[in-house]
Nanobody
Framework: QVQLVESGGGLVQAGGSLRISCAAS????????AGWFRQAPGKEREFVAA????????RYSDSVKGRFTISRDNAQNTVFLQMSSLKPEDTATYYC???????????????WGQGTQVTVSS
């Protein structure tokens, strides 16, 4: 069993940066791929970024590639999403997830956090 708790969301101006974190409990978290998804009001949850358990493979959505960076510290059971050059369209609730495989479909991911709100003002 893995429990995930996101933190670090907030309000930021367009062009700014923000780092959100995901703290995991469960001694097996380091064996799972970690991912970030987001969901804006009235929209479906969408894939943002994912990172293999070892940290050796990453995947990003086209909309954030080059602006966001996913990383993890397995010793601290924590996953990060560094967001730069933020745009108003990045406004959403951001969710951390864990899975045995990396996939862009939310239904594949087994464990989810409760989400943290990121709002980008224009």
């Amino acid at each position: 069993q893995v429990q995930l708790v996101e933190s670090g969301g907030g309000l930021v101006q367009a062009g700014g940066s923000l780092r959100i974190s995901c703290a995991a409990s469960g001694h097996t978290f380091s064996t799972y791929a970690a991912g970030w998804f987001r969901q804006a009001p009235g929209k479906e949850r969408e894939f943002v970024a994912a990172l293999a358990s070892s940290g050796g493979f990453t995947r990003y959505s086209d909309s954030v590639k080059g602006r966001f960076t996913i990383s993890r510290d397995n010793a601290q059971n924590t996953v990060f999403l560094q967001m730069s050059s933020l745009k108003p369209e990045d406004t959403a609730t951001y969710y951390c997830a864990a899975s045995t495989i990396i996939n862009t479909m939310p239904k594949i991911w087994r464990y989810w956090g409760q989400g943290t709100q990121v709002t980008v003002s224009s």
